[in-house]
């Protein structure tokens, strides 16, 4: 009987170190580049999103004709929702922080809001 209950005891902990391995190991859906589109009262913005990991965390930057820079860094990512990547940036052109979230919608693709009003698409390049 104590056999039994050792052996049960050990496959859990197989169980829960492999699992636990698995989600370290697991990629974050947004890593890469996104060629994005933001439909605005003034014109849709285009822009590439590019996120990346460097020691465990999410880095980012957008780059676009539009914005006025060549390359802003995106601030306060979040990625708490498995499908969801939300972030903050500064442009010089608007004079402040703007928002942006995307969700996933199939692989390659998203969609989400600049400001929580403006629509957003993004594919994967």
Do not use: H
Not at 61 to 89: Q, R, V, W
Not at 102 to 123: C, H, I, R, S, Y
């Amino acid at each position: 009987m104590k056999k039994l209950a050792f052996m049960m005891v050990c496959m859990m902990a197989m169980l829960f170190v492999s699992n636990n391995t698995y989600a370290q190991d697991k990629k974050n859906p947004f890593i890469g580049t996104w060629a994005a589109t933001a439909s605005t009262p003034i014109g849709e913005t285009e822009m590439n999103i590019i996120f990346e990991e460097k020691d465990g965390q999410i880095t980012g930057y957008i780059t676009g004709e539009g914005l006025g820079e060549d390359k802003i860094t995106c601030d306060e990512i979040n990625t708490e929702k498995a499908d969801e990547i939300s972030f903050t940036f500064f442009t010089a052109t608007a004079g402040m922080n703007i928002d942006m979230y995307l969700t996933l919608d199939g692989e390659n693709a998203a969609k989400g809001a600049l400001m929580g009003q403006f629509p957003v698409e993004a594919k994967r390049k």
